[in-house]
């Protein structure tokens, strides 16, 4: 079992429709990062959050410290939301920085 | 804006080749990683460094070797490239040790042949 799990691994939306990806962990973590990745490699962090909840434009990080669950939540989605999105922890078990990674969700939205 | 840069987008080599992968950051970084990204495995820590001459492994090592003689330059090192180190490899830094966000460069995907 990953420490980090994420789902769905796939999913596919409307254009417009309301998005939520789920991930849990199972290690104590400092902090729980939202990754977004465009096909061609790059990898930009979303936000970062160790408790309640974080907004940046559609988008809606929350986090459940008892439940160890994080869900991102993508409102009027659009084809350009397409991409990896990926679920990570900074470990307090671990030394310096280490992220442990959930294995992303590929989110396709189509118009 | 941090800013995280890598020598090489696209590189390929033959088997036993020794190889550099470079990354520099701009912003005066404390720590700074390399990852391979393939398939099927998501993201897995190489080696990482939180300081200057400092490294310490990750969780798949075997077969590489890093270098931090400056701050701002962190580099992997395939000493004899071997097929199975062909994927995607990612460099990133954080400001220091803590829960800090990590910046990503753009990724160079290397293929051995």
């Known amino acids: 079992k990953n420490e980090v799990e994420q789902s769905p691994q796939n999913l596919t939306a409307q254009e417009g429709e309301f998005i939520t990806i789920n991930c849990s962990y199972s290690?104590?973590?400092?902090?729980l990062h939202w990754l977004q990745q465009h096909p061609g490699g790059g990898i930009v962090s979303l936000f970062m959050?160790?408790?309640g909840k974080k907004k940046h434009g559609r988008l809606i990080a929350t986090i459940n410290i008892q439940e160890k669950h994080s869900s991102l939540h993508i409102t009027a989605s659009h084809p350009r939301d397409s991409a990896v999105y990926i679920c990570?922890?900074?470990?307090?078990?671990?030394?310096?920085?280490?992220?442990?990674f959930g294995e992303g969700t590929q989110l396709t939205v189509n118009p | 804006d941090v800013k995280v840069t890598q020598s090489s987008r696209y590189l390929v080599k033959r088997t036993g080749e020794k190889v550099f992968l470079e990354c520099v950051q701009d912003?005066?970084?404390?720590?700074m990683f390399w990852y391979r990204q393939d398939p099927g495995l998501g993201l897995r820590l190489i080696y990482f460094?939180?300081?200057?001459?400092?490294?310490e492994k990750g969780d798949i090592p075997e077969g590489y070797s890093v270098s931090r003689e400056k701050k701002e330059r962190f580099s992997l090192i395939l000493e004899s490239a071997s097929t199975n180190q062909t994927s995607m490899y990612l460099c990133?830094?954080?400001?220091?040790?803590?829960?800090?966000?990590?910046?990503f460069g753009p990724g160079t995907r290397l293929t051995v042949t």
């Open positions: 990133a830094s954080s400001l220091m040790t803590g829960a800090y966000e990590q910046y």
């Open positions: 290690v104590g973590i400092s902090a």
């Open positions: 959050l160790s408790s």
């Open positions: 990570a922890g900074t470990s307090q078990e671990t030394s310096g920085s280490r992220l442990t």
């Open positions: 912003m005066d970084h404390e720590n």
């Open positions: 460094s939180y300081d200057v001459k400092m490294k």
